[in-house]
């Protein structure tokens, strides 16, 4: 069945760093990829989102885009703020009529 | 403005209780679902309803029960057969087809049994 794969986190950077969230897929045929973040006390709002092969997501400063020979879907951001302090989700839908599927998710703590 | 509500924020309960989460919108979506979170295991899906008086188990479904009488309303019922019910969780709501990739999410009920 379809999975996404996160890499294990907390992630802790300061101010202005440089932010990569690694994402990798498993799925039949061609998926739509996605990123969700949840900023603390909140439900879950999409972030950006990919639905064929090389195409670039971004939002925010954010960005990913959609590798189908590595099946990567990695999240960078060039400058990350305190105000991005969130959990982040990756996920995937394989076809019109499946459901999303969600990563563990991975906490990011950005200092001052 | 459009968006989920859900309540209550916070619950406590007694083992053995019963205990309904409210989720309702006015999106005019036509999907409705039922997430649990767990810290270390991300979201999990536990019922979905894709119409009025449907819905379907996801991958969590034992020990809830939900009903879809309402567009707007998707109550789930955490029962006393859920043998580990402390979490958070989450409603979220979407159009069909292609507009399913987009999941608006209520802001969470977190559930705590003593």
């Known amino acids: 069945g379809d999975s996404v794969t996160q890499m294990e986190g907390p992630v802790t950077l300061s101010e202005e760093a440089f932010l990569t969230i690694n994402c990798t897929y498993t799925?039949?045929?061609?998926?739509?990829l996605f990123w969700y973040v949840q900023y603390p006390g909140e439900g879950l709002q999409l972030l950006l989102k990919?639905?064929?092969?090389?195409d670039k997501g971004s939002n925010k400063g954010f960005e990913a885009t959609y590798r189908k020979e590595t099946t990567s879907f990695h999240l960078e951001k060039g400058s990350v703020q305190v105000s991005d302090s969130a959990v982040y989700f990756c996920?995937?839908?394989?076809?019109?009529?499946?459901?999303?599927?969600f990563g563990k998710g991975i906490t990011l703590s950005v200092r001052p | 403005d459009g968006g989920i509500t859900q309540s209550p924020k916070y619950l406590f309960r007694k083992e053995g209780q019963n205990v309904t989460l409210s989720c309702e919108q006015n999106?005019?979506?036509?999907?409705m679902y039922w997430y649990r979170q767990d810290p270390g295991q991300g979201l999990r899906l536990i019922y979905y309803?894709?119409?009025?008086?449907?819905?379907q188990k996801g991958d969590i479904a034992e020990g809830y029960s939900v009903s879809r009488e309402k567009k707007e309303s998707f109550p789930l019922t955490v029962t006393s057969a859920q043998k580990n019910p402390t979490a958070f969780y989450l409603c979220?709501?979407?159009?069909?087809?292609?507009?399913?990739?987009?999941?608006?999410f209520g802001a969470g009920s977190r559930l705590t049994v003593l």
């Open positions: 979220a709501s979407s159009n069909t087809g292609e507009g399913a990739n987009v999941l608006t």
């Open positions: 799925a039949t045929g061609y998926p739509s």
């Open positions: 990919a639905t064929k092969a090389d």
């Open positions: 996920a995937l839908r394989g076809g019109a009529n499946s459901k999303l599927t």
């Open positions: 999106l005019n979506h036509d999907a």
């Open positions: 309803s894709q119409i009025v008086n449907d819905f």
